[in-house]
């Protein structure tokens, strides 16, 4: 498959490094040269200087025989124009990120009349991922599958839930809720685990579920489960926009405090119903006084990295809040886990894997595609999603007799709408779509879970 991408900031860099590993062509465009340098010096992709709405560079780049453009320059303008160019030399995908809220309301319209395959807001994505979070504050990390029905959530094992020492399966006899343990990270390894792994206070666990069942096994140990009631935002920019218009959907209180004092205005014409403070989020006294001692949750997304993670550390030691940063710069990211700060967001790995989701989708054979994608466990695994169209190996067949590959659990069947976490006796039908998780990479197909 030929790709190209326009841009390489840190998602493009972050899409070049992932799609490497999806067997494609790459060819990489961007204005900076410094960057072109540096990324093909690192990964195996063609690089290209120069603007990527120019029909010259395109065709240098392979337009009339590509199969998909990426445009995530840092102008949506640009982003839309590349691919409307795209498309009127060759017959490719296109797809394009588009942050600008202006646009949010039109996508449909973008995407029906310009002919864009795809439309992604990375703000509105990390936004939808934190009130996830906050709707549920006990879990580090959720991921949604089937639409909503089902969820793979993260958590620490806590002294509290007296889960130390036990193995997964005299835990689900205990607990009786109909779950799956699916990942589970220690200090010493990262595991896709069977019923005699032996779970100890501080690893960190992951569990699939529909998000009643997640709840029920979730009180049954002593984790709250009921969403906050106030957050405070630190940071008025697009996510913290988009978060509060989710927030206030689900009734829930929202303070934001933002410096700048003409943005404060206009979230205040955007968002009537939130409470908007002039001010400096990284002033503790600030803080203090709006009530963080007793907030539910504190939420950081100032554009500074090293802000967002030092107010929450603060948080951690004057209140017993949800805690959610975001970040932007990649390279530190197992020294951020190692803080134990709670949530933190990445909207560059977000936005990617919605993408790698649609490139792989086109990769399928017609018999299954890859509906929903995610990257887990520090990017060590994946969880996907097939919707199974036909007849296949694996179908029909119980899944105890099937020669799965290893580190590989089918973790959930929907069928229908309804949701079973499956045993050894189930089967996989045409119609239903599975959840897969497995640390083997690049999963196209539902025949791919067999061992050749």
Known sequence: MRIIIVGCGKVGRTLAEQLQEEETDLTLIDTNADKINQLTENIDAMGIVGNGA???????????????????????????LCCLIAQKTSHCHTIARVRNPIYNQEIGFIKERLGISMIINPEAAAAREI?????????????????????????KVMPEFGLDGMSIF???EKFRCDILFCAAESRDRVSIPGGNYIIHNGDYVSIIASPQNAALFFKKIGLKTNQVKNTIIVGGGSISYYLARALLAMKIDVRIIEKDRMRCETLSDLLPDATIINGDGTDRRLLLEEGLSQAESLVTLTNLDEENIFLALFAKTVSNAKLVAKVNRLAFDDII???????VIFPKYITADYILQYVRAMQNSIGSNVETLYHILDNQAEALEFAIHENSPVVGIPLSELNLKKNLLVGCLNRN????????????????????????????????????
């Open 54 to 80: 120019s029909i010259n560079i395109l065709i240098e780049a392979g337009i009339e025989t590509a199969d998909i453009l990426i445009a995530v320059t840092a102008s949506d303008e640009l982003n839309l």
């Open 170 to 172: 005299q835990i689900t």
């Open 131 to 155: 009130s996830r979070l906050l709707r549920f504050p006990s879990a580090i990390t959720i991921d949604s599958f089937a639409r909503g029905r089902v969820e793979l959530l993260k958590f």
């Open 337 to 343: 886990d190692s803080l134990d700060i709670g949530s």
């Open 417 to 452: 709408g309804s949701i079973r976490i499956p045993r050894g006796h189930d089967t996989i039908q045409v119609g239903d779509t599975v959840i897969i998780v497995t640390t083997n990479k690049g999963l196209r197909d539902i025949r791919d879970i067999l061992e050749k």
